[in-house]
């Protein structure tokens, strides 16, 4: 059965309910808890994400923890978008669209999710991208796919660089399950960190040449990602 990309970006619209603000802040206390205590999650920048308003959040991919890490810095419900193959198995699709996710066909951003992407964004909604568009395969960046430039030179939104920090030792992709990394077993590789840098000027890199524009931005999630390094527990 073909996936129906209408349903999750439809779905999406219980984010305005008091309802789902109810749970989604039951569950950022209770995933808060959990990364606090099995992974000695430690977090700086948070008030660099707009409370209100379109944003576009960018950030270097390690792990499956990395949209639930970026999420307890938001506050704010996210929305995430994933290529449609995660959304093949219908117990890990309920998951990831119950952390607002929509399927797009393909990893990076291709003319589907710069549409789904630019949709969002017009509602005032905050959408988490991850611009290398897979996972890294030994911790380090990949470099940015041509996508994000072409999303960015058609949005005025303020782009919000994020990095992650131990994510990788914790659940790298080459294993099943994650490794915990909790706060009463010091020495432990996976703990994590996340630090959000300030908003950057959309206008600004959409008025540079590609190449330039990647290579910025590539610096800007790779100075955060140093950052939550060094606030990484040990």
Not at 107 to 130: N, T
Not at 144 to 162: D, E, M, N, S, Y
């Amino acid at each position: 059965m073909t996936e129906n990309p209408k349903r999750p970006i439809d779905a999406l619209d219980r984010m305005e309910t008091p309802g789902f603000m109810a749970m989604h802040h039951t569950l950022y206390w209770f995933y808060h808890s959990l990364f606090t205590l099995g992974f000695s999650i430690r977090m700086q920048g948070e008030r660099n994400m707009p409370p209100t308003g379109p944003a576009l959040v960018v950030a270097n991919h390690q792990s499956f923890f990395d949209p639930l890490l970026i999420g307890l810095c938001a506050r704010r419900p996210l929305v995430y978008v994933a290529r449609k193959t995660l959304f093949k198995n219908r117990f890990f699709a309920a998951m990831i669209r119950g952390l607002n996710a929509v399927p797009i066909d393909q990893e990076g951003i291709g003319k589907e999710g710069i549409r789904i992407v630019l949709d969002q964004l017009s509602r005032g909604r905050a959408v988490v991208l991850f611009p290398e568009g897979e996972r890294t395969w030994d911790g380090k960046m990949l470099p940015l796919r041509p996508g994000i430039h072409l999303l960015i030179k058609r949005t005025q939104a303020p782009i919000v660089p994020v990095g992650i920090a131990g994510a990788f030792d914790a659940w790298p992709r080459t294993r099943v399950l994650p490794i915990p990394a909790p706060v009463c077993f010091p020495g432990c590789a996976g703990r994590l960190s996340v630090a959000l840098g300030k908003p950057l000027d959309a206008r600004r890199f959409a008025e540079l040449p590609r190449e330039q524009a990647l290579r910025e931005l590539f610096d800007k999630i790779h100075d955060e990602q140093v950052r939550a390094e060094k606030r990484r527990p040990r």
